[in-house]
């Protein structure tokens, strides 16, 4: 070739540049060309809650008993309309695209043939995955903000406890969709386990309204902890305790789901 | 890079061969090539398991720098993952791999730094342009973004797709689609490309200017691994093949040292208007030295094929249509295997 003479050099040290960044470039790369309509869904989704359930369903809240724990409904929720986006966006970009690069476009054939890894392929993705949960909780946060449900300067600490919560479940959906043969399986995962969590693990009322038998299997989700963690820092009502608990347990199901979806992508690409 | 066909030593004096060092063996007073028959690719009784089914099953393979190396057979033959074990994104289940004289089992990274593969089934970012495909594959490599930005532009050159660079990939023609994917497997200068089939679902003017596209990496030197079910394919491309059964090796050689192994000059091909060919097996009896029986004709394998036809006419059979051809590697494969190639 013309362009041999660099090569050789670059060839035997693979390792200048770190897998997991080149993997989350690429998608980076991708999502330019998406990015003005994803960026818009992820954020008006989130809004349209807040504007249905936060000041329509709310005002019936508020009116018939003064809000939820002395807030106004909208602003009970905001915090946990947060959360559960930080799952939304990061379970959407771990999910199809995940089924995709291992049967439909086969883009992690293409990136394992290269001097990458499994372990590469799905940090560089949870990389992307985590810009793309904080941006579009950073301006889910901005307008809740303008709309007066922010109540403490925390909240910043909020957006840090989101995002981790979007990657933990992005990695554990990562480590489910890299199972699949095809998106029948996603199907069941959204309408048995995302839309349930989103709906009744404390986002838009408190668990406590569950049954008894439920409640438990609300403590089991990593999103009510990631909610209640949010609500408290967002309110301004946050211990240090309950908060780095709950942090704790969220980072511990993304430290599972990280290491399953590595294993998970290893088995199914190298045989 | 020295250009070595397999079993030459250190070459006679004088001249100097290109890339010999201006060492002497002090005993014969000849130039010494530097180690160029030391062998890219190295497999010893190399075998793939898939639970119960064994794919590969036990063959030996080298591969040296500048040759162009066919493995040949049908599908299911096991080249594909032969290919993927070379590729070290499949671990070998028995025997030995050695690949650029080192272990894919331990040195997987390191080596596929090195090489350039085309896999059978496109992996192209069909959402990105034909140019940003190259420029992310090249950083996988670690190249640095300058790098890979110019190689892209000779690349892109080199695979006649400049004036396409900035269209997106998902509507170009399967045959640009490949001759893209084949120039994102050389974005890292690799000495070994892997090429797992790679005009397979082409048409014929689409392959024909994918082959000329290889054959001009073959004379710059690069070593070229294919897989390949075509024999036309294998004849163009290879130096040296070996023919793929069941998971073995049943042959091994230059095309035309196994056509004049393992079949006559020339080929008459007999139609009859009949459903079962091998009732003309006794007419043509001592007109050939091999006979075959395909369901549509017979190949009579013959030294001359136009004598032949003189006799078939002499002894008043009258086929429907008759024609004598050269030998190929399909009849080669026909008489190892008892089968056709392309079923």
């Given at each position: 070739m013309a362009t041999t003479t660099t090569a050789t050099a670059a060839g035997t040290a693979?390792?200048?540049?770190?897998g997991w960044r080149v993997v989350a470039e690429h998608w980076l790369r991708k999502y330019r060309r998406v990015w003005f309509g994803s960026a818009i869904s992820s954020f008006l989704a989130p809004l349209l809650y807040l504007a249905g359930m936060g000041f329509g369903l709310g005002m019936l809240v508020d009116r018939s008993s003064g809000g939820v724990g002395g807030v106004p409904y909208v602003a009970f929720i905001a915090p946990g309309v947060l959360a559960a986006t930080a799952m939304q966006v990061g379970v959407g970009e771990t999910s199809f695209s995940v089924i995709g690069g291992i049967k439909w476009d086969r883009m992690y054939h293409a990136m394992l043939a290269t001097p990458l890894g499994p372990g590469d392929v799905v940090a560089g993705q949870l990389a992307f995955v985590a810009f793309r949960v904080l941006t579009s909780c950073t301006v889910f946060l901005v307008v809740a903000a303008l709309l007066g449900t922010v109540r403490s300067p925390w909240a910043l600490a909020a957006l840090a406890v989101a995002t981790l919560c979007g990657l933990a479940c992005a990695a554990c959906s990562y480590a489910f969709s890299a199972r699949l043969d095809n998106d029948r399986g996603l199907t069941l995962m959204f309408r048995f386990v995302i839309t349930p969590m989103m709906l009744f693990?404390?986002?838009?009322?408190?668990?406590?309204?569950?049954p008894g038998w439920l409640q438990p299997v609300a403590w089991v989700t990593p999103l009510w902890h990631a909610v209640d963690a949010c609500r408290a820092l967002v309110l301004g009502t946050a211990t240090p305790g309950p908060v780095l608990g709950h942090v704790a347990y969220v980072a511990a199901w993304l430290v599972a789901g990280w290491w399953l979806a590595v294993r998970t992508l290893r088995r199914r690409m190298v045989v | 890079m020295p250009r070595a066909g397999p079993g030459d030593g250190p070459a006679r004096v004088p001249p100097r061969p290109p890339g010999a060092k201006e060492w002497v063996d002090v005993g014969t007073g000849e130039y010494l090539l530097p180690v160029p028959d030391a062998p890219l690719i190295l497999a010893r009784g190399l075998v793939k398991r898939f639970g119960d089914f064994v794919a590969v099953d036990g063959i030996d393979v080298e591969v040296r720098p500048g040759e162009s190396f066919g493995f040949l057979g049908p599908n299911g033959a096991g080249k594909s993952s032969t290919m993927r074990m070379i590729g070290c994104v499949s671990p070998p289940s028995g025997g030995t791999l050695q690949v650029l004289g080192m272990d894919p089992a331990t040195d997987g990274p390191r080596i596929r730094a090195r090489l350039g593969v085309v896999p059978q089934r496109d992996s192209l970012d069909e959402e990105l342009t034909v140019e940003e495909n190259l420029w992310v594959y090249g950083r996988y490599f670690g190249l640095p973004r300058h790098v890979v930005r110019e190689r892209a532009r000779s690349l892109l050159e080199f695979a006649q797709l400049t004036d396409r660079?900035?269209?997106?990939?998902?509507?170009?023609s399967g045959g640009m689609k490949r001759r893209l994917t084949i120039a994102r497997g050389l974005v890292n200068d690799p000495e070994i490309l892997l090429l797992d089939e790679p005009t397979t679902g082409l048409d014929p003017q689409a392959r024909h200017v994918l082959w000329d596209r290889l054959f001009r990496l073959k004379r710059e030197g690069v070593t070229l691994v294919l897989t390949t079910h075509y024999m036309d394919e294998a004849e163009q491309l290879c130096d040296r093949l070996v023919v793929m059964d069941h998971g073995r090796i049943v042959a091994e050689g230059s095309p035309r040292e196994l056509i004049d192994r393992y079949s006559t000059r020339e080929v008459l091909e007999l139609r009859f208007d009949t459903d079962d060919h091998s009732r003309y097996l006794a007419d043509v009896d001592?007109?050939?030295e091999r006979v075959e029986v395909l369901a549509d004709r017979l190949l009579l394998y013959v030294r001359d094929g136009e004598s032949a036809h003189g006799e078939i006419v002499r002894r008043g059979l009258e086929p429907m249509s008759s024609l004598w051809r050269r030998s190929t590697l399909e009849d080669v494969f026909l008489h190892l295997t008892g089968r056709s190639l392309v079923d």
């Open positions: 693979p390792a200048a540049v770190p693990a404390g986002t838009f009322f408190p668990i406590e309204q569950l | 660079a900035d269209s997106v990939v998902e509507p170009l001592g007109v050939a």
